[in-house]
């Protein structure tokens, strides 16, 4: 999501002592302010900048209190800009002046002489409306962008073939997905990819990040809450369920979730109902679920980290993504595709790898997967000059001496080399390494004593 900016609020009031009045007001409360003093300046403020909402008061003219500049100020707004919420300010005897300004498209009014603390409220209020009503266009935007058919998925490779098969299969259906693989092998594209080919494309993709939410966050970010719900819910939020409402929500590092949130978050997935906190009204979840993880959660579930319901509730379907060190075809296309991407980006030239590249990135063993190699090949189009990239500028040296080449080693090197990455793929389990290297327990015993392991 866009960082947050500070609110940015135009004041238009004909009467300097009040612009100013409320220029100080919304200044204490870390807003940027505008003030304008006639129907005039207002439009062209609003036609000139974006403001989060605009606070008018309905008379302009000394002496007049009809209400009618204000009116017609109303009816220009929507031209210039067409979400800009307008809250109306009028004096007591003129309440009905006021409903008529709603009634004309204002949101709100407030009366003179104003209490502070309502004022307060109105406006921000309206600022968090208008930032909801732009987030879910944005949302739209970068959907609308992705339909024509999604992401770029590069794969070419024979060990690719039965994941492209899936994500063909499922896609289109609306069924849960759960993707696993090691990190940077495209988890997340693959995600991206099952949305767009499915029946929710037009709607949103939200991704949540699970392993990020502390617990404190965890059902606020989720659900929403209510204004007052605690101490810090001063408005009302959305939570990710609602904002992916018809559409895909990916839970993203899903074996994060620590044990009591993973509760919370099946009785959820179980009823497809959930309340924003504070509230007790109950919303229904329409929304296709994929979730990811770089973990093995059956084994998670096996160590009692990892609820079994929610796991089966999460993988009716499974996509495992083969690290790439087995999609050797893919090195070299993934490569180009990520060249193309980048030499637009920096405005370079580059045609393409010189040989002693290709195989330098083929010989490369990539423990972080498609990531790493878009990162290498970013670094290279940064950093090389002239018309390709050579093998020198992919620095991939250092990463290298961790995982040798085959043919550089001997026996023993090999073996002391694959013990070592069996060990750190059981996680430091010797017994689960010596099952998956054949070797009886003693046996494996002796060779870790043999290289100091
Ligand atoms: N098959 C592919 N074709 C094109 N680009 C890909 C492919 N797979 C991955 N990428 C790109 O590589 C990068 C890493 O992929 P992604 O973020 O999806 O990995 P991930 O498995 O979700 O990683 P992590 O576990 O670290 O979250 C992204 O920029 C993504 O667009
Ligand atoms: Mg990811």
Redesign the pocket.
């Known amino acids: 999501m866009a960082a947050i900016r500070s609110p940015r609020i135009l004041v238009a009031d004909d009467q300097p002592d009040i612009a100013e009045a409320l220029r100080l007001l919304f200044k204490a409360e870390g807003w940027r302010v505008e003030v304008a003093a006639s129907p005039q300046a207002v439009c062209e403020a609003v036609g000139r900048d974006e403001f989060d909402v605009l606070l008018s008061d309905l008379n302009y003219t000394r002496d007049t209190t009809s209400g009618q500049e204000g009116l017609d100020l109303l009816a220009r707004i929507p031209a210039l800009d067409p979400t800009l919420p307008v809250v109306v300010m009028t004096a007591w005897a003129t309440v009905d002046i006021a409903v008529e300004a709603m009634r004309r498209g204002a949101r709100d009014f407030i009366q003179k002489p104003w209490d502070n603390a309502r004022l307060l409220a109105v406006v921000r209020n309206q600022i968090a409306l208008r930032r909801a009503l732009r987030e879910g266009e944005r949302l739209a935007a970068a959907n609308a962008a992705q339909r024509g058919g999604g992401?770029?998925?590069?794969?070419q490779s024979p060990t690719m073939r039965p994941v492209m098969e899936m994500v063909e299969r499922v896609g289109p259906s609306d069924a849960t997905v759960l993707i696993t693989?090691?990190?940077?092998?495209?988890?997340?594209?693959?995600a991206a990819a099952l949305h767009a080919t499915g029946p929710r494309a037009s709607r949103p993709f939200i991704s949540v990040n699970m392993g990020g939410l502390s617990e404190a966050l965890f059902e606020s970010e989720l659900f929403g809450h209510v204004r007052g719900a605690f101490t810090d819910a001063k408005t009302d939020r959305v939570g990710r369920f609602e904002m992916a409402e018809g559409g895909t929500l990916f839970l993203?590092?899903i074996a994060n979730v620590p044990l009591a949130l993973q509760t919370k978050l099946l009785r959820v997935l179980e009823g497809r109902s959930y309340e924003r906190v504070g509230s007790s009204r109950t919303q229904q979840a329409d929304v296709r679920l994929v979730a990811?993880t770089?973990a093995d959660l059956r084994a998670e579930v096996a160590a009692g980290r990892f609820r079994q319901d929610l796991l089966f509730r999460l993988n009716t379907i499974e996509i495992h993504?083969p690290p790439l060190r087995e999609r050797q075809e893919?090195i070299e296309p993934?490569a180009l595709?990520f060249l193309q991407q980048q030499r637009a980006r920096y405005r370079k030239e580059f045609t393409g790898f010189d040989p002693a590249a290709i195989v330098a990135l083929r010989a490369h063993h990539w423990l972080g997967?498609?990531?790493e190699l878009?990162h290498a090949i970013e670094r290279a189009v940064l950093l090389a000059s002239g018309s390709v990239i050579r093998a020198a500028d992919l620095g991939l040296a250092a990463a290298r001496d961790a995982a040798p080449r085959l043919e550089d080693m001997n026996l023993e090197d090999v073996e002391r080399f694959l013990i070592r990455q069996t060990l750190a793929r059981c996680g430091g389990n010797a017994l689960k390494a010596a099952e998956q290297l054949g070797l009886s327990r003693s046996a494996f015993y002796r060779r870790l004593e043999k290289y100091g392991l």
């Open positions: 992401p770029v998925l590069v794969a693989g090691e990190n940077g092998t495209g988890k997340g594209v693959i993203d590092e990811a770089n993504l893919d993934l595709f997967n498609v990531r878009s």
